[in-house]
């Protein structure tokens, strides 16, 4: 789920519980979770091999 | 007020100079004069601590001595489960409970001979840096009570701070035990990860949560330590010879942002103990502009799920702003509370490697003094930091990591507002941490 969806969703769960102050946290978590994602910790599925590597297998 | 030491304590009631039923009178009566202006405490157990202080006295006289907590009043925090009382969390949420047993820490100062003197006051669920959010009201800065003592121990921090007890018993899940420590001038350790048992302790984060003491000098952080390690053959504290020992100062980060003068009390500090000998050098934490984010994501990912009931049934019950945090905790993806513990091993390494070839880092524990009670933002180098971010800011990492860290008092503002400096330690060295803290602590208080 990108960031974008997932906040889109929160906001509009929270609004649907009555909970419209949530949005400015929501938000502030959602450039929280952005920072998080940049770092790349844990590696991903379509992490591209570094050029300068030998991958011939 | 300057409180008698545990170790002073430890020596006049041996020798016959004070009782235990006479001291603990003595921070009733502080209680009943200063606790009406910091709000420092929740309840006070004046009748089970006389009971305890008597026996104290009386298992004296009898020969048996239980060590150096032996009949020294100490206060708790109102997050540990003592026996017959409600453990309140300064939450309305935990109205009506009562705890069946003794948290495993409790125990332990019970059978060192502890009097405990009352549950002290927090932000609510430990959620917090202030003690604003508390259902009890804010505790008080003894020194100026429109400020804050710090948080969450902020209670406990106030009530030692100002003599209503010797030593008093914390918990730190991003700095709760440091912070307060630094912001109201006593010592505060936070040990490794895992060495005090949370058992009986309401929890914030089960992975983050560290139990651990607020004392007024490093040599009664090592009593209480092993008291709460449940240690029955004492060791003694050896400070280190400050010629001998290795300091990094991880300074890209951790000193980006800092009141002008916490600053200057810390560099003084490493001034200090650069000219009695020490070697001290700038290391680095590469990743430290993620500690934040995976602090977060952390305790987010792992407070929800023991509030998610609570939240659907008692919301009201719940300050508003603890309310609304815990809740946004509840939008964490899976996915990315596991980025932020894959985060935490690099970080966890990041942490050992600046440690690699010294014997502690020092930094300073929080770049801001006392702040006014209400203040949501402050001005540092021109940009608006949020209290609440710049308070965890430069203890959250040890956390995260586990590495044991004490906060020292380090001079004070030109306010008379204490500062604080914070050592940290190699995992599983609590007591290497502490021989080096002294150490420190005597140049810091020459």
């Known amino acids: ?57 | 007020m300057k409180t008698l030491t545990i170790e002073e304590f430890a020596r006049q009631i041996r020798s016959k100079q004070i009782t235990a039923v006479g001291v603990l009178e003595q921070c009733l009566e502080r209680i009943r004069t200063e606790d009406p202006r910091l709000n420092a405490f929740i309840f006070v157990m004046a009748d089970e601590a006389r009971r305890d202080a008597r026996r104290a006295d009386e298992e004296l006289d009898a020969g048996l001595d239980r060590g150096p907590l032996h009949g020294v009043p100490i206060s708790i925090k109102d997050l540990f489960d003592i026996t017959d009382t409600p453990t309140t969390a300064a939450s309305h949420v935990r109205d009506g409970h009562v705890a069946g047993s003794d948290a495993v820490a409790i125990a332990r100062l019970r059978r060192a001979g502890a009097v405990l003197i009352g549950k002290t006051n927090l932000h609510e669920f430990a959620f917090g840096t202030t003690n604003e959010d508390s259902a009890y009201g804010p505790a008080r800065h003894p020194l100026d009570p429109t400020r804050s003592p710090g948080g969450s121990s902020g209670g406990s921090a106030a009530s030692l701070a100002a003599g209503m007890a010797l030593a008093t018993l914390g918990t730190d899940t991003g700095g709760s035990i440091r912070i307060p420590a630094a912001i109201c001038g006593t010592v505060g350790l936070k040990p490794t990860y895992g060495e005090i048992p949370a058992e009986g302790v309401v929890p914030l984060s089960r992975t983050l949560d560290h139990v651990g003491p607020l004392t007024s000098t490093v040599a009664d952080a090592w009593h209480f330590f092993h008291a709460l390690r449940g240690d029955t053959v004492l060791r003694p504290l050896a400070p280190s010879a400050i010629r001998q020992l290795r300091f990094g100062i991880p300074r890209k980060y951790f000193c980006d942002l800092l009141d002008p003068e916490v600053r200057r009390s810390f560099e003084s500090s490493v001034d200090a103990l650069r000219s009695a000998g020490a070697t001290i050098h700038d290391v680095e934490i590469p990743n430290a502009r993620f500690i934040a984010t995976i602090y977060v994501h952390i305790v987010f990912g792992d407070a929800a799920p023991y509030h998610a009931a609570a939240l659907e049934t008692m919301p009201a019950r719940y300050t508003p702003a603890v309310r609304l945090r815990l809740e946004m905790a509840r939008y964490v993806l899976a996915e990315d509370y596991t980025r932020a513990l894959e985060g935490r091993e690099v970080l966890r390494r990041e942490v050992d490697a600046a440690l690699s070839g010294y014997d502690a880092l020092l930094l300073p524990t929080v770049p801001i003094p006392a702040f006014t009670i209400g203040t949501a933002t402050v001005d540092l180098n021109g940009s608006k930091e949020p209290i609440r971010n710049i308070t965890l800011r430069l203890t959250q990492l040890f956390n995260i990591t586990g590495h044991p860290a004490i906060s020292l008092p380090c001079g004070k503002t030109s306010q008379g507002l204490p500062c604080g400096l914070q050592l940290v330690g190699t995992r599983g060295q609590t007591d290497q941490l502490l021989h080096v803290a002294a150490g420190v602590e005597r140049v810091l208080s020459v």
């Open chain 1, 1 to 57: 789920m990108t960031i974008q969806d997932w906040l889109q969703a929160a906001i509009a769960d929270a609004e649907r519980r009555g909970l419209p102050e949530l949005k400015p946290l929501l938000e502030g978590l959602a450039q929280s979770t952005t920072l998080l994602r940049s770092a790349g910790f844990g590696g991903s599925a379509n992490d591209l091999p570094d050029p300068g590597e030998d991958f011939d297998h």
